[in-house]
């Protein structure tokens, strides 16, 4: 009887050992898919923020000549001949 008792006992921590890694296995696929998205995410962001900065540089480099220069004949302004 005592040995059934153990055998039994054995099986019952055997099954919720199995359920428990089953469970596991879950979690850390679930989390997996969350970690892609995630990444997925943000390196869409930062293609995003690359071309933002890649614009600000571009209106920087504008503004000079705008400050300087006539906008319908593109001739340089009384401004630029004071500098």
């Given at each position: 009887?005592?040995?059934?008792?153990?055998?039994?006992?054995?099986?019952?921590?055997s099954?919720?050992?199995?359920?428990?890694?089953?469970?596991?296995?879950?979690?850390?696929?679930?989390?997996?898919?969350?970690?892609?998205?995630?990444?997925?995410?943000?390196?869409?962001?930062?293609?995003?923020?690359?071309?933002?900065v890649?614009?600000?540089?571009?209106?920087?480099?504008?503004?000079?000549?705008?400050?300087?220069?006539?906008?319908?004949?593109?001739?340089?302004?009384?401004?630029?001949?004071?500098?």
């Amino acid at each position: 009887m005592h040995i059934e008792r153990l055998y039994l006992g054995l099986q019952q921590k055997s099954r919720e050992c199995q359920r428990a890694t089953e469970a596991l296995h879950k979690a850390h696929e679930e989390l997996e898919v969350r970690v892609d998205e995630r990444t997925s995410e943000l390196q869409t962001n930062n293609t995003r923020l690359a071309l933002e900065v890649v614009d600000r540089k571009q209106a920087e480099e504008r503004i000079p000549h705008m400050a300087h220069h006539d906008i319908l004949t593109g001739l340089p302004n009384r401004a630029l001949l004071k500098v």
